[in-house]
C-alpha cells in the first residue's frame, strides 16, 4: 500500500524537477502578465493574432464562443501528468479584445 505513496511522490518530485528544463514553457500566472502586456480592452483582432505568432503559440477560432483559444505546443513535450494552459481570449461583434482567461487543465494519474 506504501509503495504507491512513494511512487506518487517520486513522480511528483521528478515532475517537478522536470519543468524546471523547459524554459520555454511558462506558468499560468506568466502566460497572465504577457497578455495582460500586450492586449487592452478594444484591439482589433489583428493585434491578438499578431501576439498568439509573436508568441509562437497555436491557435483557432470558436465561433460559438467568440473567443480565441490558444495554446503553447512547447507543452505538448511534457509529461501527460502535467497542467497544459489553455489560453482564452474573448472578443465582442467588433472582433475586438474583451477579456482574456487563462485555465490549466490536468489529466489524472492512473496507478
Known amino acids: ?4 505513496t512513494l511512487i506518487f511522490i517520486f513522480i ?5 524537477t522536470f519543468r524546471g528544463c523547459h524554459s520555454n ?3 499560468t500566472s506568466e502566460l497572465e502578465l ?3 502586456k500586450n492586449l487592452k480592452a ?10 498568439f505568432e509573436n ?7 470558436d465561433k460559438y464562443a467568440r473567443r480565441w483559444e490558444a495554446v503553447n505546443p512547447e507543452e505538448k513535450k511534457l509529461p501527460s501528468f502535467y497542467a497544459r494552459n489553455g489560453i482564452y481570449i474573448y472578443i465582442n461583434q467588433d472582433k475586438e479584445f474583451l477579456r482574456f482567461e487563462v485555465e490549466p487543465h490536468y ?5
Open 1 to 4: 500500500m506504501y509503495y504507491k
Open 42 to 51: 478594444g484591439d482589433s483582432q489583428e493585434l491578438i493574432i499578431s501576439l
Open 34 to 36: 504577457i497578455i495582460s
Open 25 to 27: 514553457v511558462l506558468s
Open 107 to 111: 489529466s489524472g494519474l492512473v496507478f
Open 12 to 16: 511528483l518530485v521528478l515532475s517537478m
Open 55 to 61: 508568441e509562437k503559440w497555436d491557435y483557432s477560432f
